[in-house]
């Protein structure tokens, strides 16, 4: 046999070996993670434009379905804030605005005050024991603290899951 006559019968063999359809990996993959982004509501945090020059808080806060489904887990980052300060928080039905708000999202109790660290940021974590919502409109709100709850230091609207 030719070496050129060879080379292709090997050529052959090897694409034939290479295209067996037992040995290919799936096209795609889906994980439970990616069902958990998939059904994630964001938002951006700010202060409010009346506390121009006063206070200007900022971050981000997320809600999403838990692994079973069967509750809420909400994340909040804030940043720019006085150290050592201590601000309730939680996610409420409605929009940011007067007159917007619905009520809370859970019971209160289920949201641990944000303790702003030396740096000026704070992070809070809650598990709502609520299925996520798939549709509606929910906020998340930052107090000044638990003497003070009608002031709003920071506030953010979150976007509903894209689908």
Known sequence: MSPHRTLTVTLCLLAATACTP?????????????????????????????????????????????PDGASTNVTLNLANASPGGVHPWAVHRGQCGAG??????????????????SDGHANGTATVPLPTPATGRYFVVVLASAANPETIVACGNLAPPTQ
């Open 22 to 66: 037992s040995r290919q990996a799936p096209a795609v993959q889906v994980s439970a993670q990616d069902a958990t982004l998939n059904s994630r509501w964001f938002a951006n945090l700010a202060s409010p434009g009346s506390l121009a020059g006063a206070v200007q808080m900022n971050g981000s806060a997320s809600m999403a379905p838990s």
């Open 100 to 117: 917007m708000d619905n009520g809370v999202f859970g019971q209160d109790e289920t949201y641990r005050a944000l303790e702003v660290e």
